[in-house]
């Protein structure tokens, strides 16, 4: 009955209106979309192609049982990144595009977003790190302890892949789509050729995990260096002043690694905790101590600062 009122409106409205049914294809809106939608399919391909050739190529040539134990990691150490960049990138777009005619003006903007961000990201990196036991335990069980190590590993790119999430939005909003998918070809290339080699010299998933986080420090620089070019910066902009949260994440590796070394907590939930604590704790003293941002404000900062 409601399908066969609508149709009735329908019919109504269309009689009123008086419309003529018929198909037009403009050329020119076409040529406005048609190179900006096409390399962001590309990119969207490729992207989705570096991201599970991983799965693919250990799964054929390691073995599913190691597939299993690399899948369960690779799980965890998305977590972070997609929670982080779920609440920045889609808000990224629509208020960059707005100062789409204003290059300078937009570049100075994301510094101001991705700065403070890399302070809370590098240090994410190493608390994952250091929870990676207990996370494994607690969540999936005593059965896949072999997934800690590669877990560890791939937890030191968390914050490399948060910053570089921050990137489409800005090519994106310049219209150059172009750019970002010959970034994205780029990061593609190092990452299966990362897998390739890993799989082949070593077949084991630990050396797999090396080889994508060494992959995607390389991905960063050249995705940073091709996007502050269409900034129209000097990409020693950027890289100088990553420097300072970089340290301030080594310096908490340090200390974490020593304190833990030493103190031997028997029950896995306060293990847990007290590495949570801690991380957070000497983070934000290193951060309120070495940067110009408090950490508690990053997380606000970043959604405001535009």
């Not at 950027?238 to 908490?252: C, E």
């Amino acid at each position: 009955m409601f399908y066969f009122l609508s149709y009735i409106i329908l019919i109504g409205f269309y009689q009123l209106a008086f419309l003529t049914p018929g198909i037009y294809i403009s050329k020119d809106s076409l040529k406005k979309i048609i190179s900006f939608s096409t390399y962001q399919f590309m990119f969207n391909l490729i992207n989705f192609f570096s991201r599970n050739s991983d799965k693919l190529l250990i799964g054929k040539y390691i073995g599913l049982t190691q597939l299993g134990y690399y899948e369960k990691s690779y799980r965890l150490m998305m977590l972070p990144l997609q929670n982080i960049t779920f609440v920045i990138t889609p808000v990224l777009l629509p208020i960059f595009s707005t100062l789409q005619n204003d290059v300078k003006e937009l570049g100075e903007k994301y510094l101001k977003l991705v700065v403070p961000l890399s302070y809370l990201a590098f240090p994410i990196s190493v608390i994952l790190y250091f929870c990676s036991p207990e996370l494994i335990l607690i969540i999936f069980g005593e059965q896949w302890k072999l997934s800690i190590m590669p877990l560890q590993i791939l937890s030191l790119s968390v914050g490399f892949q948060i910053l570089i999430a921050t990137t489409g939005g800005v090519f994106q909003s310049m219209g150059e789509t172009k750019r970002m998918f010959q970034s994205g070809l780029w990061g593609a290339i190092f990452i299966i050729s990362s897998f390739i080699i890993t799989i082949y010299c070593w077949k084991t998933i630990v050396a797999v995990s090396i080889g994508y986080l060494l992959a995607q420090v390389a991905n960063v620089i050249q995705c940073f260096y091709s996007l502050f070019l269409a900034l129209q910066l000097k990409p020693l902009i950027f890289f100088r002043k990553i420097i300072r949260p970089i340290a301030i994440s080594i310096v908490l590796f340090v200390f974490m690694l020593l304190q833990f070394n030493y103190i031997q907590i028997h029950s896995i939930w306060m293990s847990l905790i007290t590495k949570l604590f801690t991380g957070l704790a000497i983070s934000s003293l290193l951060t309120n101590w070495l940067s110009p941002y408090n950490l508690y404000k990053i997380l606000i900062k970043s959604k405001t600062i535009l």
